[in-house]
């Protein structure tokens, strides 16, 4: 059974930055495409940024672009959401999830087959 357990969130000014982390249990990592998601207060979840098993693709929204960073460590089976420059809009519970690769970097909030918990981000003004 695939087990994340997200990590990093907290209370941020705005301009600040904050690492997330996530961490895979259960299963081989490298065979997981795995995003990050985020619900902002009375919201529908979106996806915000996702990575191919192998690290080599990635895709980011176009909010997020140039300001966050997905990244991940299969040896630590772990995966990272660096997130700087960071604007009240930001705020949301942030969630990483995982699928199975098969490929095709398939990362929509449907797509996904096993959830974190999330972790709460604050950016205030």
């Known amino acids: 059974q695939v087990q994340l357990v997200e990590s990093g969130g907290g209370l941020v000014q705005a301009g600040g930055s904050l690492r997330l982390s996530c961490a895979l249990s259960g299963r081989t990592f490298s065979s997981y495409n795995m995003g990050w998601f985020r619900q902002p207060p009375g919201k529908e979840r979106e996806t915000v940024a996702g990575i191919g098993g192998s690290g080599g693709t990635t895709y980011y929204i176009n909010s997020v672009k140039g300001r966050f960073t997905i990244s991940r460590d299969n040896a630590k089976n772990v995966v990272y959401l660096q997130m700087n420059s960071l604007k009240p809009e930001d705020t949301a519970v942030y969630y990483c999830?995982?699928?199975?690769?098969?490929?095709?970097?398939?990362?929509?909030?449907?797509?996904?087959?096993?959830w974190g918990q999330g972790t709460q981000v604050t950016v205030s003004s």
């Open positions: 999830a995982a699928t199975r690769d098969s490929g095709v970097l398939r990362i929509r909030v449907s797509d996904m087959d096993y």
